[in-house]
Each structure stands twice: as C-alpha cells, then as structure tokens.
C-alpha cells in the first residue's frame, strides 16, 4: 500500500490541468499544485485578490509586499500577468471565466456536494473568504483531500455533515489513495493506488464505488 | 504556449451559427470592430440578433450586415447615429425587430452575463414606457424595475494594443462598450492596431485581462 | 419682452454650475452651457462614453477621432481628465455620483416628471440614449426647454403628454422666459423676462405658477 | 479649483457619527488604510460597522479600532487572517457581531451599492447556511438568492499615487477591494504614498477617477 504523499497528491492534480488553462488554486494543499505543472504547459493562475498570471513564491531579495496571493503569501507575476481589482476578479470566477477551481475540502458528498469553509468548531469564528464563489463559478471544480480524517473517517461521504460550500459542484476528486470522478451515477474510482482493490477502498468511502473499466494505478514520482 | 493570435479577420469570426447573438462594440463609430463586423457579413451568417449601442454608420460594419438583411433583431439605447440610413431603411420596411434598452442598462445587463448573476434591480425606466411589462418592485420606497443578464456568442471588439495572451488596451474614448462586451460572450474576437510582446503591457495599465478574449487580429 | 436667445438660455443654466461639480450636458443645447462656466470655476464635465474631464472642442489640427462626447462630436480632455469604460461612466450617472444632469426636454410636468426621449413620431425610430439613466441617477436634474412649441403649446404642463424619461425628477427648469423651481408645492418663478408679469407667463403655462418672494428679472448679456 | 488635499489624517476622518458604517479596505494587511484607521479610532468615534474582508491584523488599523472596542459590528468574508487577536479577543467576549459575506458577494454587494442598483440575484450561497433566510429564486432552472446594496457612510481607502483632483492609482496586488469601496460611501477618504499634479497621470491608467474621492491625504 502506497498512499501519495501531500506533494504527490498535488502533481496528480497538476498532470490533468490543461495548457492554457484559467486557474484558480485554493489555500493550503492546491497552491501546491503550481510547482508540478507539466514542461511546455502554459497555465495562468488567477488570484480572487487581483492577480492574474501569479507566478512562484519569489526569491530572496525579490519580495515586494504589495504583491501577495489569497493566501497572503508573498507572490510574484509572471510576464502577461496583469492586476485588477476584487470586483473583477470576482466577475471573472463568478462568471464561469476560470477554467478550473482546484479547492481543498473537509467532506465531499456522492452528488457532488462540496463542504469546505467551517467545521462549526466553537474555538473558531467562522469565515468563508471566495469559496463559495469559486464552488459555484468556475466551469469545474475539483477537490484535493486526504481519503479519510486522521480519525480515519472518510471524508468521501453519503452526505456531507458539515455546512455545504455549494452543492452538485465537484467534478472530480483527488485522494491519496484514488483518483475518483463524481458522476450522476454515482462516483467511478478512475485510480488507485497499489494495494489497494475496490473493497479496500470502499471500506474507507461512505457511499457505493464504481470501479471504471480502464482504471489504473496511482502512481506518482517521489516530489 | 498561449497564443490567440489568428491571421485572418475570417478565423476571427468563423464558427459563427445562424441566429447567434453578436455584441457589436462601439459608440457610434468610434470603437466599432469595422472589419470583423465586415468578415461576419461575408461569412454569410444570418438571423442574428445584434446587441450594439446604436445601429450601424454608414455602410460598412454593423450597417453593412443590416443592410444585407442578416439582422433580424437589434437590440441598443439609440438606433439612429450618424449616418444611420441602412438601418433606417431596413426599420421602415419592417424588416428588422428593434428593442430599445436605456444605456446604463444594457450595459448593466452585459456586465451580469459576464458576472453570472441572474439579474439585478434598477430605477431606470421605472414608470416609464420601457419598464412596462417588467417586474417592478419598491426597494426602500422607491420603484426599481428588475432586469435581465445579457450574454453574446459572440462579442466582436475592438483594441488598440494586445499581447498574445489577449490582455488589451484601448485609446481614449474608443474603449467604450468594449470592456464589458469582451467580458460577456462566450467566444470574444478583437481587432488591434497593433500586437506587442508578453510582458510589454504595463501590468498595472491593462484594462481588459485576457482571460476575457478568445482570438485577436491586427487590422 | 426680452426672451433669451439659445445661447443665453445656456448661460444662464451655467451661472449656477458651482464649482467643483460633477456635470453631465445633454445633447443639444445643454452642451452649450460648457462656454458659459464663470471665470475661477473648475468644474468636471462627464460623458457617458467613458470620460470625466471633457474640454472644448478641438483646435483646427487637434482632432482625434477616438475622442467624442455622446453626441458623438469631436471634443477634447483637460489635464486631470481619464478615461473609463461604459459600464463605469453608468456606475457614476446611476449611483448619484453626479452632482448635476442638465439635460433638454420636450415637456416637464408640474411635479418635476420629465419627458425628454420620444415623441413617438412614426417618422423616426425610438431612440432613448442614456437620458433615463441621467434623469433617475444624478444628484440633481435640471432642464434647458424652450418655455413653448413653435406652434405655442407650453412646454410646461400638469402632466407630460409624451412618454416619461422618469417620474419626479426635475428640480429646476431653464427657459427662454424664466427660470422656474419645481417644489413640493408646484412650480415657483424665480426669473422672468423683462415685459412678463405672472399673469404673461402663466397664461404660456399649463400649471398654476406662483411667483417667489424675491423674484428677479432674468438677464443675460449677449453671448 | 477642485483640491481634495487635507493635511492630516484627523482632517481626513472628521465629521464620522458614531454608529457609521465604515468600508475598510485591504486584503489582510496589503492596501489596508493603516493609518486613516488609526486615525478614526484617535477621533473617538465608537458603535462602528466595519465592513472589510478580514476582521484586522496585529494591533494597529482594524484591528487596533476593534481592540478599543469601538466596532459593534464586523460585515466581512474571512475574519482571521494573519495575527486576528484582537478580533478573536472580542468575538470570544461576546463583544462584536459579526456578520460573514461570501467574498464576491460582498464585493459584488458595495458595488451595487456605489451603482444605484436596488439588489440583484447570485448563486453564490445559494442552498448553504448563508443562503438561510434571504429570498431565494429559480432563474433558467438554478437557485439564485437576492442579495442587497452595501454602502458606506465613509470609505478608508489606500492608494499609490492620487492628483489633487483625486484620481487615483494602485501598486499590484494592494489594488483589491480599494477602487470598490471607494466608490460605495458617501464620503471616500485616501491615504497616498505621492500626490502629484494635475496632469501627471496617465489617463488611461487611472484606476479610481476623482469623482469618487472626497479627501486625500499622503502618509
């Protein structure tokens, strides 16, 4: 049994985004995804800040403290990057402008229901920031998750318990354990990794797997 | 690689079907996409529904499409502009379907296309003529009528400079309509004086992102 | 009797400008008013195609064809004055951020409707610009209208019998008689012509005038 | 002659009533008004809406007003945000109410504001607890809820450069929620890094136009 590391879940992610494609990674585990973007692809990252063309973390003695992504971490801009305000960068999520929303996630249901933004702990206020707008705007949306809580509860449920980002919205789903498309006929395991069959995986997911006819291996390089 | 360059004004407008709506750009002359509205009339392409603020100068562009009967309904705040005698022609004959949309709303009803809203609440033409027919509802003691998004299949505009990943700028007053037309269809073509390098546009200068733009061309 | 000429009725409607105003000019004769503004004023001129900061005309060789105002003139930019898109030059008309519309009319009602878009001659197609934006979004709305038709018909009258641009929107009327308010309690005559008392100017009126305490004879030099 | 330069920052803050909705711009900290908050909170003015995307960082600015305990309540999308103690103090006190807005939504909701819209219809929270309790409508067979204007009885904004007209330009990412707010209040107030003369922007680059700047200050 293999299961990805957080690194190796982001370049899975990253392998299936599309040249030329309008990105917007969210907070924590999908702004990783950028370090792993296939040679020769050409990807514009879009910051619900004002950025579009968000290039890597800068190097030292290059940060400008103007420049900061959605998770305020200090950014830089490729060339062809522009600046725009929050308005518009909204108009462009809203809007279905953005090719893809790869977003982090507490539960995902089996019709898609993506739960993201509160797990109702009273130790936190509670805070959304785009999400919902990212769930209900970009064309597709899809979720990097650790299969299951460190509880081992899976986070791939029936229906989701936590209060819902948007519901019906995601497409696809990327674990450490599988890749696993949200269909309207239930969720299709399109990857898995070594040691695992579909019994395996099913005892760790709340509703029913379909395994695809050409489903393969989840394999990724050490990153 | 990114590159929405095309060579040709007609590959900036190919694929175009019967009945589309196209969002023409422009304020009377100034900002019009000319050629690309001309290579959608050669394109032979027809029954279109054009959004534009008026219609159409002279006999090229907007007007020239009306002239060869491929509009069959206008929808903009003011017909009648300099020069407006093909569609004045075409209006008389009933031949062409016109509805008038104050300004501000017709931009406004772009921009919700291009946003994804469903629709808004406005003053304009509340009481009015215009407003007859749409739901009316009163909001902190005063009348708003509630308007509907607009969305193109096509929008054809007009720049003056681009780079390759269709970020643009325009010049002076010919930026008009432009923005919020490039924002609001589902495929948006645009005619430049000129392309530049990546990276030649000031970041902070560009006015319309090229996540807006589909293909450009230089005329 | 002493009617103004076209350009003193814009002179006239000028003096009022303050400075530091935000203005929008209609079409027509409202554009004349620009000439008019008193020395020592700054005032800001906006067009609804995207600019704020409209100066005269252009000099003999000063053209620029990408630069008109909504009547689609030649017109030129002031040092200060920018450029915006439509869907801001709306933001600015709708959202009260004009200090001032003065537009034409073809009628003004007693209670300040304003009908200044179509005569529904079938002659013309309908046509109504940005007039109705103006007329419900600025600050203030006054209009410059000729006090009676070519064929004498007041211009004035209890209730507009062409279409309205917008209800109860006009606070003050400039014409080539008088200078009338429209306030909560009918229309008041703050300026009339030399050779017009109340009962001369009502009888080219529709509604019942009242005549204000400090009422003054409306001059104006030779413009 | 149009100046809109005061020489202070307690000028540029006067006259705000207690109880005033006050639009805060910034992004976390980046294009935060550090000082014209700072300011407010030395006028003494209390009972505040603070309408912002965070809810303050550290001890100064947003955060500093809510430490004084001068905000009764907080309309924002994320309240932590980096170092949000002094929020967090008096949220866990029971001492602020605080108010979440999905972050296009309530971007989107000033807009509306500064545009003289009356409302308009997203689906963004649509069938989720924030969508609890607002008029929801089925618009082409999706759920849309009707969302209302936001307008600020003051905006602190913060900007790069400005002329003594008050437009106004950004640097990079520090843009963000400053040209919206600034146009959704009845008074804007700005910091400047520069104010420079009449002219000396580029009309094409300006951002923010004057007309929705009342007072400008540099810092």
């Known amino acids: ?223 | 690689m990114i590159d929405k360059r095309v060579r040709t004004l007609a590959e900036a407008v190919a694929g175009v079907k019967h009945g589309a709506t196209v969002l023409c750009s422009g304020f009377g002359a100034v900002g019009e996409p000319v050629e690309l509205l001309n290579a959608l009339r050669w394109s032979g392409v027809k029954d279109l529904v054009c959004v534009a603020n008026n219609a159409g100068t002279g006999d090229e562009g907007l007007a020239g499409l009306i002239k060869d009967g491929r509009v069959r309904k206008i929808v903009c705040s003011f017909p009648r502009t300099t020069d407006p005698h093909c569609f004045e022609a075409a209006y008389k004959a009933g031949k062409i379907e016109l509805e008038i949309v104050p300004q501000g709303t017709l931009s406004e009803r772009m921009r919700a296309g291009a946003a994804g809203l469903g629709g808004f609440y406005v003053k304009t033409a509340a009481g009015t003529k215009l407003g007859e027919g749409k739901e009316t509802r009163e909001i902190d003691g005063e009348l708003y009528v509630l308007e509907k998004p607009i969305r193109g299949d096509i929008a054809l505009c007009r720049a003056d400079r681009a780079d390759r990943w269709g970020n643009l700028t325009y010049r002076k007053s010919a930026r008009n309509f432009n923005p919020v037309m490039a924002m609001a269809a589902a495929l948006t073509a645009v005619q430049v004086r000129e392309i530049v390098p990546l990276g030649a546009l000031d970041p902070e200068c560009v006015v319309t992102p090229g996540i807006f733009v589909d293909r450009i061309v230089v005329v």
């Open chain 1, 1 to 223: 049994m293999k299961p990805l590391s957080r690194r190796q879940m982001a370049w899975r992610a990253a392998q299936d985004i599309e040249n030329g494609a309008y990105v917007n990674l969210g907070i924590g585990l999908p702004t990783l995804c950028s370090d792993f973007i296939p040679e020769g692809r050409e990807i514009v990252f879009h910051s619900e800040n004002g950025i579009l063309g968000m290039g890597p973390a800068p190097k030292p003695g290059e940060e400008d403290k103007d420049l900061i992504n959605a998770g305020k971490q200090l950014t830089t801009l490729v060339p062809g990057g522009v600046f725009f305000h929050h308005n518009d960068a909204f108009v462009m999520i809203r809007g279905g402008h953005l090719d893809l929303a790869l977003l982090g996630a507490f539960e995902v249901s089996e019709s898609g229901d993506l739960a993201n933004w509160t797990t109702e702990d009273p130790n936190f206020s509670p805070g959304v920031g785009g999400a919902m707008d990212l769930a209900v705007g970009a064309r597709e949306v899809r979720v990097i998750v650790e299969h299951v809580t460190k509880e081992g509860r899976p986070r791939i449920r029936k229906a989701c318990a936590y209060p819902l980002t948007a519901p019906h919205c995601v497409k696809r789903i990327y674990t450490n354990l599988a890749v696993l498309d949200v269909t309207g006929d239930g969720i299709v395991v399109r990857e898995m990794v070594e040691g695992f069959d579909l019994d395996g995986l099913q005892a760790l997911t709340e509703p029913r797997l379909r395994l695809a006819n050409d489903w393969k291996r989840l394999e990724a390089p050490e990153v």
